[in-house]
């Protein structure tokens, strides 16, 4: 008996097929595939094919990060303690466990990042859906944090609070590429002093929080 199979489940294996012959590639080859003619003929199939899902090897390498992201934010979600933390603990879970679970994928998320010096002064084009999808996030973090009190509202000011945290997930991948220390643990304090920064910024009184970041920033340029 023949069984037919949803047309739906078909498209979605496919495009992780496509997905995963991409990063095997990237990781044995260490550069990106010639061309996506060169890539589809590769995994047999036909180009028109890889162009239902994807529009560029750009778009294709974003995949990684958003759902590197999702993932964690899913997982923080499942944990029942999770939402009776303030929306400082939210974003240390959230930073925790987005780099321990790059650690799992660290050659292939430096290969990303091969043709940039600093993601900071030039944004990578495949972290573009990831900054969609995280400044909604932080968006509702913000929100979050005002209606309780945690964050202070500021007339427009408050408005551009989730492009701060976008900035400093930036500025953390990037100090976690460069990071040689045991484990990363620079980068475990690097989220630490950042994340108790940016919340005294849109909190209280910062100089007490950026004298300390400045001058672990300064010990580790």
Known sequence: MEVEINTEEKQISLEERIVEHY???????G???????????DLEIEESEFYDYFNDFHQLAGVFWVHTFKDVK?????????ANFSVREKLLSFYYGFFEMLKKNRS?????????????????KNLKVL????????????SEGIANEEIAGRLKISDTYNNIFWLQLLFLINFWIKDD?????????????SVHFSFDLIEKNALDSAIDFGKFLFQNR
């Open 31 to 41: 550069v990106e595939p010639p061309s996506i003619y060169a890539f589809c003929k």
């Open 181 to 193: 220390s045991r484990g990363f643990e620079k980068t475990d304090v690097a989220i630490e002093k």
């Open 74 to 82: 899913n997982r923080m979600a499942a944990d029942v303690e999770f």
């Open 108 to 124: 292939y998320a430096l290969l990303s990042f091969s043709e940039s010096k600093s993601i900071l002064n030039h944004q990578p």
């Open 131 to 142: 900054k969609e999808e995280y400044m909604d996030w932080a968006k509702d973090l913000v």
């Open 23 to 29: 990063k095997k590639h990237l990781l044995e080859n």
